[in-house]
């Protein structure tokens, strides 16, 4: 918890003391917290992370499978989508070599539609747990899911997967 109300505070800009000023936590206190010489209770993390601007939230995990193709090529597949931050799906990125060793160093701009289709079909290919958790959004997947080139048995056990409906992420409130 120490480390969530660190970088919460780093990312909003704020001191501790404009911070425990907006949460009504002293500024000893709040140092106490990030330090993990203190641990808050739920309802107090909550109202601190809120006062720097963001939410507390519980999200589902995603874990992945290996599925092996009648050639032998090796899938990656989640039992579950998961959604990006908005500047992360909408990113302009590099792909790593291991992904994208046809064009190295070639720049995706995801806000492109097209862009982000070969992103996503390069990914769903060639991507292991990591390069799918940064690089797919599950709904940016599924509206594109029916315009993607992709091998008929990876589509096949990606598609309970996409026909699935999304998982909310659960809301902790003070």
Do not use: C
């Not at 780093?10 to 501790?16: G, I, K, M, P, V």
């Not at 404009?18 to 109202?47: C, D, V």
């Not at 940016?140 to 029916?146: M, Q, R, T, Y």
């Amino acid at each position: 918890m120490a480390n969530l109300i660190a970088q919460a505070r780093a990312a909003s800009s704020l001191s501790q003391d404009e911070l425990a000023g907006l949460s009504g936590t002293s500024r000893p206190t709040l140092s106490a917290y990030e330090n993990g010489r203190k641990s808050p209770s739920l309802s107090t993390a909550t109202r601190i992370v809120e006062a720097s601007g963001f939410e507390l939230r519980l999200a589902p995990t995603i874990t992945f499978r290996q599925v092996t193709t009648s050639r032998n090529r090796v899938l990656t597949v989640p039992d579950r989508l998961w959604r990006l931050a908005v500047e992360q799906a909408l990113a302009e990125v590099t792909l790593p070599l291991h992904l994208n060793w046809s064009a190295p160093g070639q720049v995706f701009n995801l806000r492109d539609r097209n862009r982000r289709a070969r992103v996503y079909e390069v990914v769903l290919r060639e991507g292991m747990p990591k390069d799918l958790l940064t690089y797919v959004d599950g709904v940016l997947l599924v509206d594109l899911w029916d315009d993607l080139v992709l091998p008929r048995e990876l589509r096949e056990a990606w598609n309970p997967v996409i026909e699935r409906p999304l998982e909310t992420d659960i809301h902790l409130a003070s």
